[in-house]
């Protein structure tokens, strides 16, 4: 069964700094691209940052340069720095990919359970 497993999460006063992972279990054949999405309360799940396999990177305006989302493919390891944060950058993170568990399988989207990020003063 594939698992994506997130960690990282927390409490953070504005302009404070946290790093989020997702492992990825090893039970994979490919991943074709990973990324972070987030719902605040009462909100819908929205993109925040996504990276393909050809190294591309996609960025929600509102964490433009602020954000950085890396991955490290040896170790089925997705990345998100998060600098400079700011009260509604509050929500849940949650980890998505996109992938084949087997090289018969269809192309099928995962998510994790997601950590959630507060930030406040």
């Known amino acids: 069964q594939v698992q994506l497993v997130e960690s990282g999460g927390g409490l953070v006063q504005p302009g404070g700094s946290l790093r989020l992972s997702c492992a990825a279990s090893n039970d994979i054949f490919s991943i074709n691209a990973m990324g972070w999405y987030r719902q605040a309360s009462g909100q819908e799940r929205e993109l925040v940052a996504r990276?393909?396999?050809?190294?591309?990177?996609d960025y929600a305006d509102s964490v433009k340069g602020r954000f950085t989302i890396s991955r490290d493919i040896a170790k089925n390891t997705l990345y998100l720095q998060m600098n400079a944060l700011k009260p509604e950058d509050t929500a849940v993170y949650y980890c998505n990919a996109n992938l084949r568990q087997t090289w018969y399988s269809a192309l099928r989207s995962y998510w994790g359970q997601g950590t959630q990020v507060t930030v406040s003063s």
């Open positions: 990276t393909t396999n050809d190294g591309s990177t």
